[in-house]
């Protein structure tokens, strides 16, 4: 029988790749960042809320939608106090977004799960051979965060950002399609990563951008992926004076959604019993401290 959803995946995985991503990525960024006249704001936030499943209830909502000027301001919302609970415990990782957990497990051979039958490199994710021994046989999650999710990422563990490095790349949407078809989809995309240091050893937390992501922001320095000149250098640092940073901080906003994709070290943390496909919060427990060698996932 004739595969027509293959067919239409791959016709879309084509034209893809043929559109200009960047420009569309920074033009969908400039139109957000506009202000929005006060009689569009309610109109055109509840439509996108409709359109998309976002949660506009009082208990997502910490101020009024004519509140927000811009577009991007309303997507980038803030949630009131006490809305997620952060599980407590040194011993205990928790997500750092809202979103949906769609691969976990344990790095081998220096590769990673993109999903059945595709992978990418540690390597090429973090661009740096030193990093990338250092997670190698680590536990790993990849949390994908649809539009309708809250944008903002806090810190999985508690305790100190060591560091950061932004990876400049391309704009393909991370969708269910692109992840099924673009190859080493998360290391050809642009990326930031944050490099934190707590009592589960060392932790990287990569922020992958996309389609209409082309700002990506942290809350520990000032620094934005769309600022001009990142889009063929990227740059990185080490704090000679690491700053602190509260497990459920909050650490950095997607300005437009994407992924984010956790690191530990070797025989640090088990994530045994997560199911790929549920949907995750921010300050749900992911995993805890292992008592051996990092643990597998529940398939």
């Known amino acids: 029988m004739f595969e027509w959803q293959r067919l239409r995946d791959r016709v879309a995985i084509d034209v893809l790749r043929w559109t200009p991503k960047g420009a569309l990525t920074h033009g969908i960024g400039w139109l957000a960042r506009r202000q929005v006249p006060r009689s569009l704001r309610v109109p055109l936030y509840t439509r996108f809320a409709r359109r998309t499943g976002a949660d506009l209830s009082p208990a997502a909502l910490d101020q009024p939608l004519a509140a927000f000027p811009r577009f991007d301001d309303f997507f980038t919302r803030t949630l009131p106090q006490g809305s997620r609970p952060i599980a407590s415990g040194d011993d205990v990782a928790v997500s750092p977004c809202d979103g949906v957990l769609s691969e976990a497990g344990i790095t081998e051979g220096g590769r990673i799960l993109q999903c059945k039958g595709r992978d990418y490199t540690l390597r090429g994710l973090l661009a740096d051979e030193a990093e990338a021994r250092a997670f190698e046989g680590g536990a790993y999650a990849t949390l994908y965060l649809a539009p309708r999710n809250y944008h903002r990422v806090h810190a999985p563990t508690g305790d100190v950002v060591t560091g950061y490095r932004h990876i400049p790349g ?42 209409g992501v082309g700002h990506i922001t ?74 051996g060698r990092s643990g597998e996932v529940a398939a």
Not at 172 to 194: D, K
Not at 218 to 246: C, F, I, K, M, N
Not at 251 to 260: K, P, W
């Open 218 to 291: 942290v809350s520990y320095d000032a620094v934005e992926t769309h600022r001009r000149g990142t889009a063929t250098h990227g740059w990185a640092q080490r704090y000679a004076t690491p700053r602190p940073l509260a497990k459920g901080g909050e650490l950095g906003t997607f300005h437009l959604g994407s992924t984010v994709i956790l690191l530990f070290q070797p025989g640090r943390v088990t994530l045994a019993g997560l199911e790929r496909g549920r949907p995750v919060r921010v300050g749900e427990a992911l995993g805890r401290r292992a008592a």
């Open 170 to 211: 391309a704009f393909f949407p991370v969708n269910p399609i692109s992840v099924r078809h673009v190859a080493g989809l998360f290391s050809i995309n642009e990326r930031l990563v944050t490099y934190m240091s707590g009592p589960l050893g060392r932790v990287a937390v990569v922020m992958v951008a996309a389609t």
